[in-house]
């Protein structure tokens, strides 16, 4: 299956939610709040996905040895090692799309039930 396919269907299903939330009388804003603060998250995390999958936390931290809390001066950090796994293509994997999918979706949802 699609995964746009599957994320349309996801967004489907929570609007139908919504509309069954809304059938049980609970406020609108309250159901507009939570779309969006879960579309900000599904946002987010694809976000990361995205950062993490494209090896730009490479290098941010050196690991020590146990019991060294300082940085030597003299310290050799493997730079081209570092960068040629930064300047690797960015892979958006099929998850990271589905999350940035549907929560683009659902913030977009929170922004009409309020108008």
Do not use: C
């Not at 309250?30 to 950062?51: E, H, P, R, T, Y």
Request: net charge positive; glycine share 8%.
């Amino acid at each position: 299956m699609n995964k746009r396919f599957f994320g349309l269907i996801i967004s489907s299903v929570s609007i139908i939610i919504g509309l069954i939330i809304y059938i049980f009388n609970i406020q609108i804003i309250a159901m507009s709040n939570v779309f969006f603060i879960l579309g900000l998250l599904l946002v987010v995390i694809g976000a990361v996905m995205i950062i993490a999958k494209g090896h730009l936390f490479t290098g941010w931290r050196i690991f020590h040895r146990k019991g060294d809390n300082e940085r030597f001066e003299n310290e050799k950090i493997p730079a081209k090692e570092i960068g040629s796994k930064k300047n690797e293509s960015i892979v958006i994997n099929d998850f990271a799309k589905l999350f940035l999918t549907v929560g683009i979706i659902w913030i977009l949802i929170a922004i009409l039930i309020t108008l």
